[in-house]
């Protein structure tokens, strides 16, 4: 079953409807399964390293045929993974803004647009499966359907995906990839960045 199917159930609610309790035991639930995924693909990726040394010290054509051969299939495995991985954070990602706008309404806040049509479901679920559509444009493009942007609470906005720090981290490890930014450099400028956003501001 669908998650949005799931968490509507068989007739249309609207999102003021939702229980906030049921919203947070389903985002418990994919919690946990997004953080098994992410285990599983370090072991993957782990495996793929282990097969590579092999092969690379065995000189025996057969031997060196089956390291292959295994080193693909656990790259298919590595890919259907990281695009589970994908899905269930975007499951959770909907699941924590719909959490965050049953307790803004509760609070009495602007909890965004409450009334969400079929149409709204169907295109959110489109998006959930598109492989093309990612992280960063799945989240852009629910807060814009679902109206919070700025106008949400910004505390819970923050709880639900990447703060300030937590996105220069994902820059910086983006510049080691590309091989501008050495590993121990890296460290030193991302925990700086996150002490600097830990740390209270200070009076003007």
């Keep these: 079953m669908a998650l949005l199917e799931k968490i509507f159930g068989g007739k249309q609610k609207t999102v003021s409807q939702l229980s906030k309790v049921e919203l947070r035991r389903e985002e418990i639930i994919l919690g946990k399964q997004r953080d098994r995924l992410f285990k599983k693909l370090e072991q993957v990726a782990s495996e793929k390293q282990k097969i590579f040394q092999q092969g690379a010290q065995q000189k025996t054509p057969e031997l060196r045929k089956s390291l292959a051969m295994n080193f693909e299939l656990k790259t298919q495995e590595q890919l259907m993974t990281a695009r589970e991985l994908n899905l269930r954070t975007k499951e ?12 803004s309404r509760e609070k009495g806040k ?20 598109d492989d093309n559509v990612s992280q ?59 002490r600097q956003k830990a740390s209270p501001q200070k009076e003007m």
Excluded: C, P
């Design 136 to 194: 960063e444009m799945y989240t852009e493009k629910l807060d814009d359907l679902l109206a919070i942007g700025h106008s949400g609470d910004k505390d819970s906005l923050a709880s639900a995906g990447l703060t300030g720090a937590g996105q220069e981290l994902m820059d910086v490890w983006n510049q080691m990839d590309r091989g501008e930014v050495k590993q121990e450099q890296g460290f030193e400028q991302a925990d700086q960045a996150v």
């Design 92 to 103: 959770l990602m909907t699941v924590s803004r719909l959490r965050m706008m049953a307790e």
């Design 110 to 129: 602007n909890a965004g647009r409450l009334n969400l049509t079929e149409t709204d479901v169907s295109r959110i679920t489109q998006w959930m499966d």
